[in-house]
């Protein structure tokens, strides 16, 4: 490292003696503007290397009028967070996408009003270029005003109290090919574990479920339907209920794969045989649905695709001069095991033999 001759760090003066070019030019370069050659580019940023300069943050934020830095903020509990594997996947699509940007990413939890009154005061300007919100719920109001703060936002999933730019995946039809592929394998007292009806996914889901029923000609049952949370013991204790209210089930679409997993618990704890006696599919497509036993049929949501298309969709507002709400719904698939069909042949985990 080459430092000045008061033996500070190394200036941006040096950078540009070092490059050979001006002071202007070597700014543009280390601020990311496109307004310079490759070669320019390259030859600035190995001086920028070689005599391991460090931009000033603070200077760099007043000339550019960007902090470089995203905030993600859950609703949600840490428990739910770092138990579902949802978050995970989501949370890696979104680190990858601002890595490729050279962006920063703060992660804040918000499940109490102490934790909303500091996210509050933090979340501005001069902090952060735009918000990643998740995990919104119906039955309250995201407990930030962020239209106030004039910052960028993207919902991952939709919202009742959201009317600005989203991401989601098609949990309608997700609901309906679940259950279409249970009726098509013979199952006809099929019945659902939904997902909190506060939530738009858990809704959506549902209404998938009623879709296919209605188009396949069968009844709308409410015995037939509980409300879980997403967890494997809402699907475990939403499995008893329903065994008690109707024995006769012979299909069960869990809005989770946490909640399959535990109805498929309390089947096995009531001697019902999967999928001989009971069929079951889940929704999420984990890693962990390939290794129950049986291994479970499932709706995979792109979960890694569907923070990248976030934090994508929130780089084009940062960058544009109007904030146009944009949406995007992604695609899901059905992915068919042997807790469904009987006599398919088992599933080799991916992992087993790579």
Known sequence: ????????????????????VGRGTASRVINGSPQVSARTREVVMKAVEELGYVPNQAARTLVTRRTGTVALVIAESEERIFGEPFFAGVVRGISAALNDASRQLVLSLVHTNDQAQRLGSYLTRQHVDGV?????HDDEAFPVDLDA?????????RSAHWAGSFVDVDNVDGGRQAVNHLIKSGRRTIATISGPRAMASGRDRLEGYAAALRDAGLPYDEELVVEGSFSELSGRTGMEELLARRPDIDGVFAASDLMAMGAMRALRAHDRRVPEDVGVIGFDGTKASETTEPPLSTVRQPLVELGRGMAEMLLRHIEAADQTVETEILPIELIVRESTVVGLPPTVPEECCS
């Open 1 to 20: 490292m080459s430092l000045d001759s008061e033996g500070g760090q190394p200036t941006l003066e040096q950078v540009a003696a070092r490059a050979g």
């Open 132 to 136: 990643l919100l998740l995990s919104l």
């Open 149 to 157: 703060r004039r910052l960028p936002v993207v919902l991952g999933g």
